[in-house]
């Protein structure tokens, strides 16, 4: 069974910093991409970041230079590094892996495998 787990959320102001966790099990981590992605009430989600299984990583423009994907093969674990943080930060995060090995990508149908979310809050 799959199954994807955020933590390390939560309420922050701005200019500080926050490190999110993602823990999968149930596929094969090391050899395939994973990815973070945001969303906010009534907006479509936002591709954070991306790496693959070479440890190749991609970032969007609006957290690039504040934001760092990272993981560990041995703890099958995720991680988003998220510095400098702003308001329009703010926002429900998401992991999310590939079932198959593939390329860094920010596309939603990339992925597979879905976490429930850790809620971000950055106060002004």
């Known amino acids: 069974q799959v199954r994807l787990v955020e933590s390390g959320g939560g309420s922050v102001q701005a200019g500080r910093s926050l490190r999110l966790s993602c823990d999968a099990s149930?596929?094969?981590?090391?050899?395939?991409?994973q990815a973070w992605f945001r969303q906010t009430p009534g907006k479509e989600r936002e591709w954070i970041a991306c790496?693959?299984?070479?440890?190749?990583?991609g970032y969007a423009d609006s957290v690039k230079g504040r934001f760092a994907i990272s993981k560990d093969n041995a703890k099958n674990t995720l991680y988003l590094q998220m510095d400098s943080l702003k308001p329009v930060d703010a926002a429900m995060y998401y992991c999310?892996?590939?079932?198959?090995?593939?390329?860094?990508?920010?596309?939603?149908?990339?992925?597979?495998?879905w976490g429930q979310g850790t809620q971000v809050t950055v106060s002004s």
């Open positions: 790496i693959d299984s070479n440890s190749n990583t």
């Open positions: 149930g596929y094969t981590f090391s050899s395939t991409s």
């Open positions: 999310a892996g590939s079932r198959y090995p593939a390329s860094c990508s920010g596309y939603e149908i990339v992925y597979d495998y």
